[in-house]
């Protein structure tokens, strides 16, 4: 580091004294914490007060010969730290202002005092101006710096009452009126990641100057996490392609990407998940770039709905690693912590039956953990808090709706929060101790998976900006495709998904969040008129046309279970027919003689099976029975009733047995488990949408009579959740994810 010939010198500007020959700054007498690589950029500042200090010098200065540090980067975080303790803005600079592409300067007033000699003496001061137009980017002419004649006893006293002031201003005027911090007058500021490609899954650096995410780009290669430095286009890459070395394990050619990335408390080091076969792995890798290191290995969870939907976190002491476990014996995710020391691993939650635990978030005392319990696969999530030392965890939402993303801890002991508790995804927060959560209005809608910087004072989101629209083909034959595809029903920043055909083909009902919640709609076969038929204001969807026409049975969470529900199409007051208190029971679909509804439940099972349900009028008549043994997932019968068929979540392809209930056969051994809502049965065969690597899904045809696939073409984008054929056979209708883009942004300034 260098050493400057008046480092003796005592600096003061505001409520904040700089000793240089102690290394110190002080805020209205108390000591601030500052790393040295920031105080000498702040001592160098301090030097030449109003003066460019180019990159160049600060880079010399910190990293003499250095070629391999990323010293924009490590200048950044410099900077960033200075401000957060100054409570400076870039925007507004009243202490540090950026040069783009230059440097810095400081524009504050100083004055400066040599040090009493033995506590006596007085000291000789002088007072530095900057020049008046600070916004101006040339260079200060030599010899600028004005001097100001002073009055030594009026300064002190100004500043002695400005230091008295603060003090009473921070000590007693903060937050529930104890352990207050310092809260910057400096207006809410949205800063975007200016880096192409999709961003997910943001995690602050604990001073707030970096962001680390993953990044989807173009080419598959340059995928991966990434650490930016916020307000700049400075990044690099952290993960590479390629596979770790890994815990004696042999090598599988198949790496899946990283997720749930997490800052180490000094900021040294990223921790990220990563799943391979039936594996996840807790990885390592230092904060600016270098080899990565596999630190844990454990059960992968096979409830594989969402990126990142494991979570990790670090206490605050870098002792601990918190993260979610998968337990094949009870089918659960757990939260547990890992010992970074002897990497022992306690589990510290107990999810009641068909729920998980998932996504930890060390409190900033380290003696608390908040976590989402999830029940799902629609999730119905809330959150809770438990001690570290373990106990009865405590519930603080009651929402019944998803949560997106982890939870994140505040200074003063609150919970930040994406829910979409109030329609579309917004942020949230909530007092840890339990409490009405209050909306984070600055962060707009549509706002996923934040993350705060140490201090409290940086929050970073997702931005997502998505359509699903439903598409039409039209079919010339069973295995041709006629004029290009087409959008049928189409909504801006909606989700509309799962078509189903009316028995006559003159209606289709779907699911659509264009009320902000997931409810079911029905609109002409042209797309036109929908008309919203439920508004219950949960999770409603996956609807389903009874063989007369008459009725919908659909699925709905109420509260943290899914139901089976019927609705009468020209009523619109729909009513459960399968309700299971320990359980969830989703995917209806009807017999083709109207009698029986079957469904997808977890009752009783370790995994999940189909079930039957008897209804007359829309009723339930009688009770529920199973129909499968060995597994089953979203069933439908053939058009003659004779077989019913249905996929698995634990193995690919479409398995069939007799309606009644006999040994099963497979019936084809294509794609899955994941594509369980992706096909649609004719009375001749099966059409589905066939994942491709690389590319979006295929569309493909199975002949029931020859066994013979045949490819009718290929979708434009990605889909996922439904595919249907008019009674017809003439057209194919699918969910296509028309846009799907995430961007992160950094919310400086907050509250």
């Known amino acids: 580091m260098h050493a400057s010939s008046n480092s003796n010198r005592i600096i003061r500007f505001g409520v904040f004294e700089v000793d240089l020959q102690e290394a110190e700054l002080r805020q209205s007498g108390l000591r601030q914490k500052l790393s040295p690589q920031a105080f000498e950029?702040?001592?160098?500042?301090?030097?030449?007060?109003?003066?460019?200090?180019?990159?160049e010098e600060l880079r010399e200065r910190l990293w003499p010969g250095n070629t391999t540090v990323d010293y924009e980067l490590g200048l950044k975080k410099c900077i960033n730290r200075i401000r957060e303790v100054l409570g400076d803005s870039s925007d507004h600079p009243r202490f540090v202002e950026t040069v783009p592409r230059r440097g810095y300067r400081f524009v504050a007033s100083i004055q400066e005092h040599e040090p009493f000699a033995s506590g006596n003496g007085s000291a000789a001061e002088k007072i530095s101006t900057p020049?008046?137009?600070?916004?101006?980017?040339?260079?200060?002419?030599?010899?600028?710096?004005?001097?100001?004649?002073?009055?030594?006893?009026?300064?002190?006293?100004?500043?002695?009452?400005?230091?008295?002031?603060?003090?009473?201003?921070?000590?007693?005027?903060?937050?529930?009126?104890s352990n207050a911090h310092?809260?910057?007058?400096?207006?809410?500021?949205?800063?975007?990641?200016?880096?192409?490609?999709?961003?997910?899954?943001?995690?602050?650096?604990?001073?707030?100057?970096?962001?680390?995410?993953?990044?989807?780009?173009?080419?598959?290669?340059?995928?991966?996490l990434y650490a930016a430095v916020v307000g700049s286009q400075s990044s690099v890459r952290l993960t590479q392609s390629g596979e770790p070395a890994l815990l004696n394990e042999v090598k599988t050619p198949a790496v899946?990407?990283?997720?749930?990335?997490?800052?180490?408390?000094?900021?040294?080091?990223?921790?990220?998940?990563?799943?391979?076969?039936?594996?996840?792995?807790?990885?390592?890798?230092p904060a600016l770039g270098g080899a990565e290191r596999s630190i844990y290995a454990g059960p992968r969870s096979p409830l594989n709905y969402e990126t990142g939907k494991g979570g990790l976190s670090f206490s605050p002491d870098g002792k601990l690693l918190a993260f979610a476990e998968w337990n094949a014996a009870i089918q659960r995710s757990s939260i547990k912590v890992l010992s970074l020391r002897d990497s022992s691993t306690r589990v510290l939650t107990s999810p009641p039956p068909a729920c998980h635990d998932r996504r930890p978030a060390f409190s900033p005392g380290g003696d608390k953990l908040a976590f989402i319990r999830s029940s799902g696969p629609t999730y119905v999530e809330e959150l809770f808090v438990i001690s570290v030392a373990g106990g009865e965890p405590q519930q603080l939402t009651f929402d019944h709706k998803q949560i997106f993303g982890p939870p994140a801890w505040t200074q003063t002991d609150q919970i930040v929060f994406s829910s979409s508790r109030g329609g579309l995804p917004a942020i949230w927060r909530v007092p840890a101790s339990g409490g009405i959560p209050q909306r984070v209005p600055e962060a707009g809608p549509v706002a996923w998976y934040p993350s705060l910087s140490q201090s409290?004072?940086?929050?970073?989101?997702?931005?997502?900006?998505?359509?699903?629209?439903?598409?039409?083909?039209?079919?010339?034959?069973?295995?041709?495709?006629?004029?290009?595809?087409?959008?049928?029903?189409?909504?801006a920043k909606t989700q509309n998904l799962q078509p189903q055909f009316s028995p006559d083909g003159y209606k289709i009902a779907f699911q659509s969040s264009r009320s902000g919640y997931p409810?079911?709609?029905?609109?002409?076969?042209?797309?036109?008129?929908?008309?919203?038929?439920?508004?219950?204001?949960?999770?409603?969807?996956?609807?389903?046309?009874s063989p007369d026409g008459r009725y919908l049975a659909f699925d709905y969470r109420s509260q943290y279970r899914g139901d089976v529900y019927v609705v009468e199409t020209g009523d619109g007051h729909p009513h459960p027919v399968v309700a299971f208190p320990d359980a969830d029971s989703f995917l209806p679909s009807w017999s083709r003689d109207?009698?029986?509804?079957?469904?997808?439940?977890?009752?009783?099972?370790?995994?999940?099976?189909?079930?039957?349900?008897?209804?007359?009028?829309?009723?339930?008549?009688?009770?529920?029975?199973?129909?499968?043994?060995?597994?089953?997932?979203?069933?439908?019968?053939?058009?003659?009733?004779k077989m019913l068929l249905y996929t698995k979540r634990s193995s690919q392809g479409i398995w069939g047995m007799p309606p009644n209930g006999d040994t099963e056969t497979q019936i084809w051994g294509g794609p899955g488990p994941d594509n369980w809502s992706n096909w649609a049965v004719t009375k001749s065969g099966i059409y589905f949408?066939?994942?491709?690597?690389?590319?979006?899904?295929?569309?493909?045809?199975?002949?029931?009579?020859t066994k013979r696939l045949s490819q009718i073409g290929r979708l434009d984008k990605p889909s996922f959740y439904g595919l249907a054929v008019s009674p017809d056979g003439g057209t194919l209708l699918y969910s296509q994810w028309d846009r799907n883009e995430h961007q992160i942004l950094v919310m400086e300034h907050f509250h």
């Open 41 to 55: 950029v702040l001592r160098a500042m301090l030097e030449r007060p109003s003066e460019l200090i180019t990159r």
């Open 131 to 177: 020049p008046v137009d600070t916004q101006n980017d040339r260079d200060p002419q030599p010899g600028r710096t004005a001097k100001r004649p002073t009055k030594v006893l009026l300064a002190g006293v100004l500043v002695a009452v400005i230091a008295l002031v603060s003090t009473w201003l921070l000590r007693g005027y903060g937050r529930n009126g």
């Open 182 to 224: 310092t809260v910057s007058s400096a207006p809410v500021m949205l800063l975007p990641l200016t880096i192409e490609g999709d961003q997910r899954l943001p995690a602050l650096s604990p001073d707030g100057s970096r962001v680390v995410f993953l990044r989807s780009a173009r080419l598959r290669t340059e995928s991966g």
């Open 256 to 285: 899946d990407d990283p997720y749930s990335p997490a800052w180490s408390p000094d900021g040294r080091e990223v921790a990220f998940l990563r799943d391979r076969g039936d594996k996840f792995l807790i990885e390592t890798v």
């Open 456 to 491: 409290g004072n940086e929050l970073a989101y997702e931005y997502v900006d998505q359509e699903q629209n439903l598409w039409r083909l039209e079919l010339n034959g069973r295995i041709h495709a006629g004029a290009s595809a087409s959008i049928l029903v189409s909504s």
């Open 519 to 545: 409810e079911v709609w029905i609109c002409n076969s042209d797309g036109s008129h929908p008309v919203q038929v439920t508004d219950l204001r949960g999770f409603a969807g996956s609807p389903r046309f």
């Open 594 to 641: 109207g009698r029986s509804i079957y469904f997808t439940s977890n009752r009783g099972e370790k995994g999940y099976q189909i079930w039957k349900q008897s209804v007359k009028d829309g009723a339930a008549d009688g009770p529920p029975t199973q129909v499968t043994r060995d597994g089953g997932f979203g069933a439908i019968e053939t058009v003659d009733g």
């Open 689 to 705: 949408l066939a994942p491709d690597t690389g590319g979006p899904p295929k569309i493909e045809y199975l002949d029931f009579e």
